[in-house]
């Protein structure tokens, strides 16, 4: 563990070996000066009890280098003083202690178009960076029975595109508004100060895994773009990717969410192109829906310097897969679907 200190904050970081990336944390308040730290790797996860020698304020703001995935936190200190040291930590078992769900308050709930909402939330006492391509699993309460997994999205991609109210004790999630959904209906309509429940990071995904490919090809439908959100902000640091080929399949024009914000992120590494199945007849852009001839014009056959994520419907997956290994000869290691 690091440390470094300035009269009136304490900041801290853990590095693990560069071939073990780290995917996510996890911070819970204890006492006003004893932490937990839960470290997500790709298969494990380490635990840190840290006790400080004096009080700090909760929560902490945190800076991740999206490249080796180090985070750094930073406590503001009760005296504004310093420290001769910082305390003591230790490594404790990380048992797994199952779904573990945590009220979390409404800070923002933000229309981004006709079905979509931007819901911004923070838990008390508790803080989580959730690794990139993995969910969360959302109940209305705690002593719900329905429950759906949820994919959090950065931010912002760009700076101009903040959430409202967030901070970096908070999750942000896209969510459609589905008029038989088992929660989407009652999720979209959450007013500011109300909560909803989430668990911790559900899922296996390792995003370290795909970092040898130079071209990432991405295939969303609907929502399926929330997870790609995420692989998007960390590739567009990534030195050696040069491409990313977003392809947003959609219904028809009121369908597509967050034009706008990719759009100002899109040029000579990101490109965006909308695939409309059912455009009106003024559309000029793409129409269809995931197909052979569709993919091989604009991903092409197998490269062996680029992979491919896929996150929508079964269906739409599974057609995708098939034109992709099937007849545009991409392997299985080169791709990745989310569920």
């Known amino acids: 563990?690091?440390?470094?200190?300035?009269?009136?904050?304490?900041?801290?970081?853990?590095?693990?070996?560069?071939?073990?990336?780290?995917?996510?944390?996890?911070?819970?308040?204890?006492?006003?000066?004893?932490?937990?730290?839960?470290?997500?790797?790709?298969?494990?996860?380490?635990?840190?009890?840290?006790?400080?020698?004096?009080?700090?304020?909760?929560?902490?703001?945190?800076?991740?280098?999206?490249?080796?995935?180090?985070?750094?936190?930073?406590?503001?200190?009760?005296?504004?003083?310093?420290?001769?040291?910082?305390?003591?930590?230790?490594?404790?078992?990380?048992?797994?202690?199952?779904?573990?769900?945590?009220?979390?308050?409404?800070?923002?709930?933000?229309?981004?178009?006709?079905?979509?909402?931007?819901?911004?939330?923070?838990?008390?006492?508790?803080?989580?960076i959730v690794p990139i391509g993995r969910h969360v699993i959302a109940q209305l309460s705690l002593r719900s029975h329905t429950s759906r997994p949820y994919n959090p999205v950065p931010p912002c991609l760009h700076p101009d595109d903040m959430a409202s109210n967030y901070t970096t004790d908070c999750l942000c999630f896209m969510i459609k508004k589905y008029s038989d959904g088992a929660l989407s209906p009652c999720m979209t309509t959450l007013q500011i100060g109300q909560t909803v429940v989430f668990s911790q990071s559900v899922g296996s995904f390792a995003i370290g895994k795909y970092d040898r490919f130079s071209i990432i090809h991405m295939l969303a439908a609907g929502t399926g773009l929330t997870v790609m959100l995420g692989i998007i902000e960390r590739a567009l640091v990534i030195r050696r990717v040069r491409t990313i080929n977003l392809l947003h399949f959609n219904k028809d024009e009121e369908s597509i969410f967050y034009e706008q914000q990719l759009e100002r992120i899109s040029g000579q590494k990101l490109k965006v192109t909308h695939i409309l199945r059912n455009p009106k007849s003024t559309w000029t852009g793409k129409r269809g829906i995931v197909s052979r001839k569709l993919l091989k014009a604009l991903v092409g056959r197998r490269n062996p310097d680029a992979c491919v994520f896929i996150c929508g419907p079964k269906l739409f997956a599974q057609n995708a897969q098939s034109s992709l290994r099937q007849q545009l000869g991409w392997t299985s290691y080169q791709i990745y679907e989310f569920c």
């Open 1 to 128: 563990m690091e440390w470094k200190q300035t009269n009136e904050s304490v900041t801290f970081s853990f590095q693990v070996a560069p071939s073990n990336l780290t995917l996510g944390y996890e911070l819970c308040k204890v006492t006003d000066t004893k932490i937990m730290f839960k470290i997500i790797l790709e298969d494990q996860a380490m635990v840190y009890e840290l006790n400080l020698i004096d009080n700090v304020e909760w929560p902490p703001t945190w800076t991740r280098n999206l490249v080796t995935m180090k985070a750094e936190f930073t406590f503001t200190k009760r005296e504004k003083r310093p420290w001769l040291n910082y305390g003591t930590h230790v490594l404790v078992d990380a048992m797994d202690p199952g779904l573990e769900l945590r009220e979390y308050q409404v800070v923002s709930n933000e229309r981004l178009s006709n079905l979509i909402h931007l819901l911004v939330v923070r838990p008390k006492d508790f803080l989580q």
